[in-house]
């Protein structure tokens, strides 16, 4: 076997360390690195099936032109020539790229400097816009420059956590686990202020379920408390005029806003002035709304005025999502920036400008995402390239971006994969390098710089975006400018740009002024620069001090006559966003297999909806379905759903259609977690699910219908208003058994391919329908004699669905030998099980389950 290669996750923010060693063709084991400061070795349910998503299974390996496979040299021929004509014929501004925080630091330097260098526009914006880049906008405005003040040891050395907006314990996992760790070592304390009671919410102190986009109330109503308490110091602070008359509140009127109970807050409040070693952590319900910059700025008054910040355990602490936020702000990705924490003031422009040797400089601020795909849609970009996301599907109101794409007369599409919802209407396809193949450096959410490296080689003609953006930069007439052979020789010029007429103005500086030689890149060990930012109380600001920024709680979203529910979206523990490569492993697939809407019972209740029934939820942007959930953690008059479906993996599971359109006034944010939404019951005349050997493309044209993998082949849960006798054209060749009982409007197919089980169909009009997990593992063997029943032969022992994806221990395993074996811990669990020992990603999930016995147990005593 090859020895491990050193690389990190592909996936979050939190950017652990690996090590990946090739077994195979093009196989990998992966384990953690125990030498990595963000990980210490742990990885979660995600970063552990790395090896289970770099198979070829739908990889684009080829560049397509339209259809048709094209060579390289004529697709970035085309490319170049395209939008050159289109800059020659409109101007720099009629094109566009829309990029990713899921490049590498190196891609993305490359990309930011042709779009702002050269081609002399700022019309080029990430998708971090959707994602981090309210938190841009508020340290900036705080801070003067874009500067996280945190790292992860803050979470070992603090006595108090906070968690806003976060649902930690599924999106950033290892740093959920290190927040555990702190618990028990020192006692930490844990708040969690989320609309919704998450896995995360359940292992808190105390959790506060406030009313969505009710934030800066909560955050004002504290720093008023902490004011009157006598905790606040303005000493270094910019503290404008009436600053403190707009925070004139109490408990009282706070817990009102933030529809909360007050001993509840009044413990917050206690908590926080007691407790000088506090972090906030905040994530995307913080981020992701039309307040969202002032969210931020809230937060950052709140440590401003009473010192936690600059001191270890102290500081609020805006976490990453992709595995390369960071380094898209560090070179400067978004339309409002420019590169090495740079923006469009004058001189800054021409300094870059000057490093760049720059052709064309951009002199201001381009579209950002939201304007930018509008703008596109009105055909004031005609040639846009979009590299490393999915935007068919992430963008709000997706349905308006994809008719957008569609009017665009010339569209470039960079993947891994060839076929998404956004390639579609591609007329260019680039195959790009994926995790595992390409090589570079990314920034973690404590600032940690981490080298990708590659372990498999590059299969087919895939290349890395670099590459590419240079091969297409030299066609447009500026090979010197991008004569890069190596991303050593990339991250070069960008340490230089950070220390270019640098006398300490920029916090964001790079070690090692003469750069590394290509030697020392390839071992480069992780780093984190800019050490604890503003421990001397200095703040790049004009005046050296930090801004305490007025912000007021805005109006709260009324409910409105047609749309008198509120709809929330975000994540699932092991689904990365348009599942194109967490939708490929099998294991990860089964903690949530549906897209499911949540709701609290009431609302069930008043609406006729009824768990595990489907159920429409509709905005006025758009309508999509989902499997009902009735969820305790749920507030009344609210909806959750997951972004994770896409038009591959389902018809009508896609949420991109819902959210509007609005944004952050200040960061250009879309407002993603509020939209005004209501919902109905849908009744299909059958409902029932297929499993086969073959992924079945496209989907079946039912009223709903969604794909994941399974090991050997796919489920696909069906529901439709048609003659069911239909999806008989999407089985296989073969032998078929079938039992049909058409009084009870039941019918069940299996197709044999030599005696083996190719593919299992089995529908029913309103009847139960047995689980899924034995007829999955039938794939590929010889027909059971109970194979229509849907179970084994003998006494029945259901599993449930999956809830530790490492050992494939299911929900009712859990809960039988929880209630068999008198189980009293997670520890306990583990060592019946082994569930939750491995990646640990789980382990909330079977803390709640050992507290649910406890308390059924204590309900039957009572
Ligand atoms: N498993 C998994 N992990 C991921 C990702 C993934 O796709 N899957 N994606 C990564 C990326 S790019 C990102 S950005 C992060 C996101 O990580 P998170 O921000 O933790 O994830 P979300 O689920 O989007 O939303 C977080 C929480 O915000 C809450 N919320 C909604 N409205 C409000 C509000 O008004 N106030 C407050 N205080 N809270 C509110 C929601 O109920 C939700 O629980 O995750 C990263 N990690
Ligand atoms: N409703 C709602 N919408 C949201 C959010 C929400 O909470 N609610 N969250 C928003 C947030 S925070 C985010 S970050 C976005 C994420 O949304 P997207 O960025 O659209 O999601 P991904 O599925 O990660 O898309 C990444 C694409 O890049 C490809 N890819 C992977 N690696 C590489 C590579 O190395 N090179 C190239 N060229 N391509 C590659 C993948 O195959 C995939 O097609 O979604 C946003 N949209
Ligand atoms: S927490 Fe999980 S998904 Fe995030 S970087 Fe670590 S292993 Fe990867
Ligand atoms: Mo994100």
Redesign the pocket.
Known sequence: MADPVRTTCA????GCGILATRTGERTLEIRGDPDHPANAGRL???GTHLGETVGLEGRLLHPLIGRRRASWNKALDLVARRFRRTIAEHGPNSVAFYVS?QLLTEDYYVANKLMKGFIGSANIDT?SR???SSAVAGHTRAFGEDIVPASYDDLDAADLIL??????A????IVYQRIMAARVARGTKLVV????R?E??EEADLHLA??????VA?MNGLLAHCRREGLVDERGLDVPEGFWDALDTDLWTTARTCDVPPPDLNRLFELFAATPHTVTL????????LAGTD?VNAILNLHLATGRIGKPGAAPFS????PN?MGGREVGGLATTLAAHMDFAPEHVARVGRFWGAERMATRAGLKAVDLFRAVGERRIKALWIMATNPAVSMPDAAQVREALAACPFVVMSDVVADTDTSLHAHVRLPAAAWGEKDGTVTNSDRTVSRQRAVLPLPGEARPDWWIVSEVARRMGWADAFSYDRPADIWREHVRLSRYENGGERLFTLPGEAGRSNDDYAVMAPFRWGGTPFADGHYPTPSGRARLVPVRQARLQPSLRNWPLTL??????????TMTR?GLSPKLARHREEPLVELHSDDATRLGLVDGSLARVGTPQGESVYRVAISAGQRPGEL?V???WTDRTSTAGRTGLLPRPLNDPHSGQPG???TPARIEPLVPAWHGFLIGRDALQPLPNTLWATRIAVPGGSLFELAGDGDPATLGTLLPRGDRIEARDDARGSWRVAVLQSGRVAAVLLVSRDGPLPSREWLIEQLGQEAAPTLLAGRAPGPAVERGPIVCACFNVGLLTLTRAIADQRLADVAAIGRALGAGTNCGSCRPALGRLITQAEETVDAARA
């Open positions: 996936y979050c923010g939190v979660c349910s995600k925080g998708n959707l994602c981090m968690l806003v907006g976060s649902n930690t599924w999106c950033h996992p202020i989320d609309p919704r998450t995360t919410a406030i009313r969505p986009g009710s934030d909560l905040f994530s995307q319900g913080v981020n992701q709304s969210q976490i990453t999502g992709q936020a929330n979206t975000g994540r699932y523990r092991d689904h990365w966003h967490t959750f997951p972004i994770h993603f977690k509020n």
